[in-house]
């Protein structure tokens, strides 16, 4: 069994008066550091509540957070599921890598299976886009041309299926 000094103050002090000890500065001291220890011991006790007072608040802080936390979580799968297809895009580079005007079939073999961030680094910003639900159309004017006459063609449109590039119209 463990005991603490206030315990073992009292038993001294017990111990003493019983078996008739009649000096008066021991039972004094004795007694100075029983008031001592109490005051400690008070004293560990208001650290302790203010301890679980602090431990209470800091839970429900934490609560709190995880509450702000669920709530952003379900916000951003509302406004994922409202908007579908839509995804944080990497910045866009300085400048297309495609000499423009490209031949047909050198920029159908380019382009297909790219990404749209992939597109805009060959060829630059679509002039403007549509979309039919499953595919995305980006259209272009004057990136390609024909060999076969030597003319530019007046428009591309550039197909998207699943995020990547599936067909291309050209349009003389």
């Not at 669920?70 to 866009?92: F, V």
């Not at 580079?93 to 297909?112: G, L, M, S």
Request: hydrophobic share 35%; proline share 5%.
């Amino acid at each position: 069994m463990k005991f603490n000094r206030f315990t073992v103050a009292v038993v001294c002090a017990f111990c003493l008066l019983q078996s008739g000890c009649t000096d008066k500065k021991k039972i004094e001291e004795l007694e100075n550091a029983n008031k001592s220890l109490q005051a400690e011991a008070q004293s560990l006790r208001d650290q302790l509540g203010e301890s679980s007072k602090q431990l209470a608040q800091t839970r429900q802080e934490l609560d709190r957070t995880k509450a702000q936390i669920a709530a952003a979580q379900t916000e951003a799968a509302r406004l994922q599921s409202q908007s579908p297809g839509l995804e944080r895009k990497p910045a866009e580079p300085a400048a297309p890598t495609a000499k423009i005007p490209v031949a047909q079939e050198e920029f159908k073999r380019a382009v297909t299976g790219m990404t749209p961030e992939q597109l805009v680094g060959y060829v630059g910003k679509p002039l403007g886009t549509s979309s039919d639900g499953a595919r995305q159309y980006w259209d272009y004017d004057a990136i390609t041309y024909d060999p076969a006459t030597g003319k530019s063609d007046r428009h591309v449109q550039v197909l998207f299926m699943n995020g990547h590039v599936g067909g291309v119209i050209f349009i003389p």
